[in-house]
């Protein structure tokens, strides 16, 4: 009877201990990131008009992609530093019929990004209200210098012959 006694004391002492080490101050947490990161300097990189694909190239993939609305897009990000309180980020961008990027709404709006900043450039990312949205963008590409190396890497780009990849031909399935 006094050994199950100080048997059963001593495994109820254990329990507590081993519970009281979960909160126990001094140990380590770990900060727990989720979702996609985004960053004003990518926000500050999109324009009206862009494709998809220049989007994705930019935000990367989105973590939703709502099945009944393929237009929009949404990037979530949050993180809970160890025992913190959780922070959350979000950011929806929406597309036309005709792929392109019309809008964008969340936690970060276009504007000075912290490099133009750091550097003083100026942080003017102001959308012309003449630029519709079911209109593509003109990109305002300047052609290359005669005698520039990107007129001579242009001239080999045009220059390319495409080869043709030579595909093998069916097996005969029939026994002989």
Request: hydrophobic share 30%.
């Amino acid at each position: 009877m006094q050994k199950s006694k100080l048997l059963l004391t001593s495994l109820t002492l254990v329990g507590l201990l081993a519970l009281a080490g979960c909160s126990f101050p001094g140990v380590y947490k770990i900060d727990i990131q989720q979702g996609n990161v985004v960053t004003q300097d990518m926000i500050d990189q999109l324009r009206p008009g862009m494709t998809r694909r220049q989007v994705r190239f930019i935000m990367g993939n989105p973590l939703l992609q709502d099945t009944f609305n393929t237009n929009r897009w949404d990037y979530l990000y949050s993180l809970q530093p160890g025992g913190g309180k959780r922070q959350q980020e979000r950011m929806s961008i929406f597309f036309n019929e005709g792929d392109q990027l019309v809008s964008l709404s969340g936690d970060f709006m276009p504007g000075v990004s912290k490099d133009q900043e750091i550097l003083g450039g100026s942080g003017d990312t102001s959308v012309s209200p003449d630029v519709q949205p079911d209109q593509p963008a003109q990109p305002a590409v300047k052609p290359a210098q005669p005698g520039s190396v990107e007129e001579s890497i242009q001239r080999e780009i045009d220059t390319i012959e495409t080869t043709p990849v030579p595909t093998p031909a069916p097996l005969e399935t029939s026994p002989q």
